[in-house]
């Protein structure tokens, strides 16, 4: 297993747009959860999947927010209309059942809005 | 959400000397977690504490869970530059909202040759 992939590492768009990305977590591990980190902050809670349920959304995720994780797979986190507050790291973490086993996070992907 | 307050912000030392980075909460946390963070990457987990007053090492590293499980302490004997990163404190809840990590800011170490 490669760890947590995340695609892609950045990318760079218009204010407006919508963007998607992609996290493939460790096959075994049945949590997946999405972060975002701003410059000089830890990361911030958006939302957490126990296999295909999204068990939980953070005040953060606005309506613009929307993630899936169709097949309790891979999950993608869709940005709409993005503004330039949206520019952040964007995390993804897999782990076992509970947390206090510890994430495995994938290099995030750095978004952009200009 | 538990408030996870980490002291100091940024922290520049020589190498090999000694530092302590610190973890503050007014919440109780069934566990604690300690990552490293390097520019551009994702946080790797370091350390899980889980009982109060615990003590784990990790060749330089020795952390320790405050006897009330709420603070925790890093501590870095003979820093190497390898050492410098991010270090994040992450605190675990058993509450209702599910057991997603809380995050503090971050302790920036900077280990200079």
Same mark, same amino acid.
């Given at each position: 297993?490669?760890?947590?992939? &995340?695609?892609?590492?950045?990318?760079? =768009?218009?204010?407006? &747009?919508?963007? =998607?990305?992609?996290?493939?977590?460790?096959?075994?591990? %049945?949590?997946?959860?999405?972060?975002? &980190?701003?410059?000089?902050?830890?990361? +911030?809670? #958006?939302?957490?999947?126990? %296999?295909? /349920?999204? #068990?939980?959304?953070?005040?953060?995720?606005?309506?613009?927010?929307?993630? +899936?994780?169709?097949?309790?797979?891979?999950? =993608? #986190? +869709?940005?709409?209309?993005?503004?330039?507050?949206?520019?952040?790291?964007?995390?993804?973490?897999?782990?076992?059942?509970?947390? /206090?086993?510890?994430? =495995?996070?994938?290099?995030?992907?750095?978004?952009?809005?200009? | 959400?538990?408030?996870?307050?980490?002291?100091?912000?940024?922290?520049?030392? !020589? @190498?090999?000397?000694?530092?302590?980075? *610190?973890?503050?909460?007014?919440?109780?946390?069934?566990?604690?977690?300690? *990552?490293? !963070? @390097?520019?551009? @990457?994702?946080?790797?987990?370091?350390?899980?504490?889980?009982?109060?007053?615990?003590?784990?090492?990790?060749?330089?590293?020795?952390? !320790?869970?405050?006897?009330?499980?709420?603070?925790?302490?890093?501590?870095?004997?003979?820093? !190497?530059?390898?050492?410098?990163?991010? *270090?994040?404190?992450?605190?675990?809840?058993?509450?209702?909202?599910? *057991?997603?990590?809380?995050?503090?800011?971050?302790?920036?170490?900077?280990?200079?040759?």
């Amino acid at each position: 297993d490669t760890g947590v992939s &995340q695609d892609p590492r950045h990318k760079i =768009t218009k204010r407006g &747009q919508n963007v =998607t990305f992609r996290c493939d977590p460790i096959s075994e591990h %049945n949590r997946l959860y999405w972060y975002r &980190q701003t410059l000089g902050q830890g990361p +911030e809670f #958006l939302t957490y999947f126990q %296999n295909e /349920a999204q #068990l939980e959304k953070s005040r953060l995720l606005s309506d613009r927010f929307s993630a +899936e994780r169709p097949k309790g797979s891979f999950s =993608t #986190l +869709e940005i709409q209309r993005t503004e330039q507050g949206d520019s952040a790291m964007y995390l993804c973490a897999s782990s076992h059942t509970g947390a /206090a086993r510890g994430y =495995t996070f994938g290099s995030g992907t750095r978004l952009t809005v200009v | 959400t538990q408030l996870l307050e980490q002291s100091p912000q940024f922290l520049s030392i !020589q @190498e090999g000397e000694n530092l302590t980075v *610190y973890c503050n909460s007014s919440s109780v946390f069934s566990s604690l977690q300690w *990552y490293r !963070q @390097e520019p551009g @990457e994702g946080p790797v987990l370091l350390v899980t504490v889980v009982t109060g007053g615990e003590v784990k090492k990790l060749k330089r590293l020795t952390f !320790q869970f405050g006897d009330a499980r709420k603070d925790s302490s890093l501590h870095i004997t003979a820093a !190497q530059p390898g050492d410098t990163g991010l *270090y994040l404190c992450a605190g675990v809840s058993n509450s209702n909202s599910g *057991y997603a990590l809380n995050f503090g800011k971050g302790t920036s170490l900077l280990v200079t040759p």
